[in-house]
Every structure is written in structure tokens, then in C-alpha cells.
């Protein structure tokens, strides 16, 4: 069985041991290779580089200049505190200070990890594109809230037995998720109708595999920077290869 299957479809796993499963890089990984510095790129007239956002055929959502020198591609799980802290200390700072630049474009790519993580990556993605990112942020922000519905869910016996079309609605609506994104603006009738969208999760669960054959992802959150594996997982060690590449 594959790895992304094993990772969605692990019913016996209990959530403590899911959230367990992310895991920071080598802080001591090396760096890119030096590039002189880019200057800032201007946007179309009357937008920012910010709220220019689209769906890639990888599956992810991009914000930011399709055609910024620096690609930067970031795999996390929902349900991983370290993307948590990313998400909070790191996130605003890329987009704001070099996202907006057009010098760098931003991608995140789902890296789900289990049935939680899977149904919480649908809902995300019930939206446009343009409510991806906001929504994201908001499921990161509220974390602790959203483990604790999770929790609860999961002591119920019936998902060891439920089928594929019935268990992310039946998750969504046992763990309080699809409430939690009602009241951000994806209504409910939208949210089961994304819950109940199979190939929804088996594209999420091939995207798992393809990042582990293309980039060795081990952990989240792990960030692609032009085709390389930075091996970083903070905004502390990122933000430097950042700069050493050119967006400074």
C-alpha cells in the first residue's frame, strides 16, 4: 500500500499519534545558491502581487507573481503544529514582505497525513480560490479549538467502519468543522457537497505520494525553493535563504 493511502485511509490511528507525526527539519541544512539581489517587480495596475491567487495543476494554490524569479512551495498538514507555528510567526511576513514584492510566489500544497487532516484540506478547498489562503489561516489560528472537536470525533465507532462517501461528512459535521467554516463563509449544503467528493481525497492522497517520490518530503511543513528541497521548517532558517537567493 502506498503511503499516501496508509496516511488518509489509517482509521485506527489515534490523533494524538497523527499530530505527533510532523516533525521539524535539520536546522543545519544547507543553503541555495547565491543570487545577486532582484529588484521589486511591479503588479498589474490596480492589484498587489497579494491578492493575485490560482489554483496549479500540482493541486496547490499560488499567491503572487505566476512568473516571480524566486517559486517557493510549501507542504503542510492542518493538522501539524509546526505548520501551526509557521502559519503564525512566518506566514504574514512572507506575504507581506516578499510575496508582495512580486519577487517571490508562494504555493501551498496539502501534505494530509490522515482522515482529519483529508476533510479539513476539503473543506478548505470548498471556496474560490481566493478564500484558500484566508481559510487556511484561519484553521491554523484556531488549532487548539479544531484538535478538541477532533478528539471528540474520533471516539466514535462507527468511522472505523464507514465508507469513503460518508466518512468526511461524517467527520466534518461530528468534529464541528463544517460550523467552523459556516461561520467563515462556506455555507453547509457547499461543505457536504466537498465532503462528499471522493477523487476531492484521492487527489489529495496521490498529491502525498508525489511529494515523497519528487521532493523526499519526511516531514512538515518542508519548503521547495526552484526545484530544491530547503530542509528548513521555520521562518527563522527560511527567511535567509530567501534573501541569499535574491529577494533582498
Not at 17 to 34: P, R
Not at 52 to 77: C, F, H, Q, W
Not at 151 to 168: S, V
Not at 188 to 211: F, H, I, M, P, R
Request: proline share 6%.
Amino acid at each position: 500500500m502506498k503511503l499516501a493511502r496508509t496516511a488518509m485511509f489509517a482509521l485506527a490511528l489515534p490523533l494524538a499519534l497523527g499530530l505527533s507525526a510532523c516533525g521539524k527539519k535539520d536546522e543545519a541544512a544547507g543553503g541555495v545558491t547565491t543570487g545577486a539581489p532582484i529588484a521589486n517587480i511591479a503588479p498589474p495596475a490596480g492589484k498587489a502581487w497579494v491578492d493575485v491567487v490560482a489554483t496549479t495543476p500540482e493541486g496547490g494554490y499560488r499567491m503572487g507573481n505566476p512568473d516571480a524569479p524566486l517559486k517557493l512551495i510549501e507542504y503542510a498538514s492542518y493538522t501539524c503544529p509546526h505548520c501551526g507555528e509557521f502559519s503564525e510567526k512566518g506566514f504574514p511576513k512572507l506575504r507581506d514582505n516578499y510575496v508582495a514584492s512580486g519577487r517571490v510566489s508562494v504555493e501551498f500544497r496539502n501534505f494530509v497525513r490522515d482522515k482529519f487532516d483529508t476533510t479539513i484540506a476539503m473543506l478548505a478547498r470548498c471556496g474560490s480560490p481566493d478564500t484558500f489562503f484566508p481559510l487556511t489561516e484561519q484553521v491554523f489560528a484556531n488549532q487548539k479549538d479544531i484538535f478538541t472537536g477532533l478528539e471528540g470525533a474520533q471516539k466514535d465507532p462507527a468511522l472505523a467502519t464507514m465508507t469513503d462517501a460518508r466518512l468526511f461528512a461524517m467527520l466534518g459535521a461530528k468534529a464541528g468543522l463544517v460550523d467552523f467554516f459556516a461561520a467563515r463563509g462556506i455555507a453547509k449544503d457547499q461543505a457536504n457537497a466537498c465532503l462528499a467528493n471522493v477523487k476531492t481525497a484521492e487527489s489529495l492522497a496521490n498529491g502525498v505520494q508525489k511529494a515523497v517520490d519528487e521532493y523526499n518530503i519526511t516531514g512538515t511543513p518542508s519548503f521547495i525553493l526552484n526545484g530544491k528541497n530547503l530542509e528548513v521548517a521555520t521562518w527563522e532558517t527560511l527567511e535567509p535563504m530567501l534573501q541569499n537567493a535574491g529577494a533582498r
